[in-house]
């Protein structure tokens, strides 16, 4: 493989702008976890652009490669659909909150309606959502099938599967981050283990080693959630709730109205980052829709043209 390919296909996998932290502060965060599905949904739409580039038509792509990427790209779906509802569930927190933050208006004083509507939230968020257990699973699937099918006498075919097992390396180990975080297990995170003969792979390992330590650090703190915006609106729930259940007295308004503010403004951050991730995982669902239509088109259209034979109609052959 040229030079220049491997510089492309490095360019392709990392990324680093999008993916290496500046700090170890903003590993776990939605803000980061959004940057990181955005880098995933260029990587994807980047191996169209790389198979334009290569002018490799689908009819030269081997049966065993079109299986084996409609195989990974259908859990890719399934794992967006996962990820989809977990955040639809946290959303769903956000009324309990909201009514609780009213409550505790200065004007309202109802603390313990209040106190009921903040344990809801914590016991809804604590949860664990079912559907994060499968991507886990189909994740360990991709983990198993992360080597591609070898490729013969293709220059421009093994450049393709080069691109596609790194895109595919980032996609596993960004997803099962992702899974770890909102699963609240260490167990969920894995090191994936790749060959030196990928001019890519020492970065590759120095990003997997820095995120994947400092995860497991997290973890292991014992706290219910590692991700920074629902920490940080639990450690103001966790000082709120005690007060507020005991009775508060006129000593200490000033010192619940200055926590409460604080409580408001770490739930506005974190529906903030909910939304914007939750559009990350659409656009990323998107992608690789669109790259299995584009894939599905093109087979069409190759089968029609093999099919064409002279004095038939060509408008005949439009493929529905």
Known sequence: MSAAN????????????????????????????TLAMKSLCE??????????????????????????????????????????SELSRLNQGNLPLKCALHNLDASSKQYLQACS???????????????IEKCS????NLVGSLDLPKVKNSTKGKVLMQAMYGVKVKTVFICRVFTATFSGSSKKLSNLNVAD??????????????????????FSGGKF????????VDASVKILYPTIQAGVDTIEIEWL??????????????????????????????????SRDTLLSSMRFDKTVNDHSP???????VVH
């Open 6 to 33: 491997n510089k492309m296909i490095e360019a392709l996998i990392l990324q680093t702008n999008y993916l290496v932290p500046k700090s170890k502060d903003e590993i776990l965060t939605l803000s980061s976890m």
């Open 43 to 84: 990587s994807h739409n980047d191996i169209w652009t790389l198979m334009t580039a290569l002018e490799l038509p689908v009819s030269d792509w081997e049966g065993k490669w079109i299986d084996v990427y409609f195989d990974i790209s259908s859990k890719l779906l399934e794992i967006c659909n996962g990820f989809s």
């Open 117 to 131: 509507l903040l344990d809801d939230w914590r016991q809804h968020v604590s949860s664990r959502n079912p559907r």
């Open 137 to 140: 699973s189909m994740l360990d």
């Open 197 to 218: 003969i990928h001019s890519w792979a020492p970065d590759f390992r120095r990003l997997q080693n820095l995120v994947n330590e400092e995860s497991r650090v997290r």
């Open 225 to 232: 959630t590692v991700l920074n915006e629902l920490e940080a």
């Open 257 to 290: 109205v200055k926590t409460v503010e604080e409580l408001h403004a770490g739930a506005e951050k974190l529906s903030q980052g909910n939304d914007l991730f939750a559009k990350g995982v659409d656009g990323f669902f998107e992608a690789v829709m669109t």
């Open 311 to 317: 004095g038939r109609n060509r408008h005949m052959q």
